[in-house]
């Protein structure tokens, strides 16, 4: 069963940037941010080439995702969710990923990437194991 309720499909599908943490070789966390959207039930980010991040996923798939979703809670608190989860990458697909997030991210009008005849990249495919943060997920 998926993690991903509504409301977390909701906060991932309207724009916001996230941070996706990785694990260097020397255990020491990489963070990057990124445009995330969905795919089916996974979370899924799109990288044009074999950046830190990938190698980091292809060495250890723990990953963490964290974004700010807007709104606050009763106290005052930001909304944000934090994503705990496994990582695998799909070699391929990227440019168009990345044509399919721009329209969020950027407009609808917007070509992405900027360049003729893009390389395939990866996309990492997030399955979500953990939940938290502060809103209606948590």
């Known amino acids: 069963m998926s993690l991903l309720t509504p409301a977390i499909r909701d906060a991932v599908t309207e724009g916001h940037l996230a941070h996706l943490v990785t694990l260097n070789p ?5 963070v990057s941010i990124v445009w995330i959207g969905l795919d089916g039930d996974d979370l899924v980010t799109a990288h044009l080439a074999a ?3 990938v ?4 060495r250890d798939p723990r990953v963490v ?11 005052g608190m930001d909304h944000h969710l934090v994503v705990h989860g496994s990582a695998r990458i799909v070699e391929g697909g990227a440019p168009e990923l ?3 997030l721009a329209h969020t991210y950027l407009g609808p009008d917007v070509t992405f990437p900027p360049m003729p005849n893009p390389p395939p990249g990866f996309v990492l495919h997030i399955t979500a194991t953990k939940v938290g943060g502060v809103g209606p997920w948590a």
Do not use: A
């Not at 995702?65 to 009763?74: A, Q, V, Y």
């Open 26 to 30: 020397d255990g020491s966390p990489q």
């Open 55 to 58: 190698r980091n996923v292809e």
């Open 98 to 100: 990345l044509q399919r």
């Open 51 to 53: 950046y830190r991040k």
């Open 65 to 75: 995702l964290s974004m700010e979703t807007g709104g606050r809670n009763e106290i």
